[in-house]
């Protein structure tokens, strides 16, 4: 094995230029195998694992908590235990999960610069100490600004690495005057606001990445796009249909997914996103479906939804909701969608406003099932926020009319008297299939009629 193989990040997400190193699973010096665990990153979308290049000793380059730059080595495989440990140590609810064989540091030791492959080094011992709670570390073109700009550790006590690029950001940044024009591309002109003066005591917390990625993708959609919203309410006497029945395996959101998917071709305008006087308007109708159970809210991205058959809906998400709950959810399957839903039927909200996201032209909300006094009948509510540079209140109307009237289409069936009505997919009338208890439905696409046969994918 060669002196020290660099343990890299690999660009998984285009749109990071950083991740945070989450927890190590092993401690600086431990012995390591070749594809074992070493560590977990966060990512603006999602957290991902890293596994040993090789076989050997690790070396820790950055401790828990830090913003590493992607491409940056987190540490490195060596062939010989190292010397020295570093100032930086596990969380204790990392250590815990740890085996005991940590080596304990020699009283006053400092880390030792650790050649590294080629003609990078890397420094272990910090050269200056904010006050925070890590040590920080400052690369040889930072101190050197600092020095120059009299800049001081305290300037950058939320990172703990400090690069060239961190100094520049702070020596260009300018504070925005409180009527400073924010250009946009809608043509409309929007102005900070400055926040009133808080005189109260407070707390900060420090978001996560995801976090901060989820704001910065809803302020582009708000910055690109001119929002509004139409609603309607729905009886839930068809999505009831659907759970009773061996449709869909009872999943009403796969219903509700698989019909959007349909209707959007219909209704491209939606399916878009406004760009300096256009509308872009996708080839592909990949559906976003908004998930959230209290671990952080993930879109999942069903691509090519308005390929795929009810079946095919049903299952992928089962599968893209079990990934989350497992924390696998990767980059591809969270990214590049066209439109996306919010269901809080679930949570028992009645009614809400979704916001548009980053590169869309439209979102829909579902809400939960509210029950009139003595009506045996529920009904729901869908709200359907829009850009209107790309359409308009009455197109967003009918689409949601559309989407209504298929779904509560899915509690009906053609009578038997209707034969000349067949499957514009299989060719059964409605009497044939009645005898194998099926029936027919309303299609959106294509338009006619679908059996609940061909429509479950058979």
Known sequence: MTSSIPVVLERDNVNDESVTLVRWYARHGDPIEANSLLAEV???????EVYAPATGFLLWVFPEGA??????PIGYIVAQAPAETPEFEMTPATASNVGTSEKPASPGAKPAETPIQGNVQTTLNPEFTAVTEF???????????MEEHGLAATDFADKSA???QDILD?????????????SSN??????????TQITQPYQEVKLSKMKRREGCALAAGDRNAVSSAVSVTCFTRGLRRVVESRMAGGNASAVIVYEVSRLLRRYPALNATYSNGAMLCYDQVNLGYAIDDGRGLKVVTFQNCDTLSLQQVTAQLRDLTVAYLDNKLTPALIANATFTISDLSGMGVSNFLPLISENQGGILGVGGEQFPPKSTYGFYTLTLTFDHQLSDGRYATLFLNDLKDRLLSYECTIQETQQEITCSQC?????????????LLKSACPDGYLCTYCLAGY
Do not use: M, W
């Open 186 to 195: 809608a043509g409309i002109t929007k102005r900070r606001i400055p926040l």
């Open 162 to 164: 400090v690069r060239k």
């Open 67 to 72: 913003d590493v730059k992607v491409t940056t």
């Open 427 to 439: 060719g059964r009338t409605a009497a044939e299939l009645k005898a194998l208890d099926y029936h």
């Open 170 to 182: 702070l020596l260009h940044r300018t504070p925005a005057l409180p009527d400073a024009p924010i």
């Open 135 to 145: 040590r920080q570390r400052f690369s040889p073109v930072a101190a050197k600004l």
């Open 42 to 48: 966060e990512t603006s979308k999602a957290n991902l």
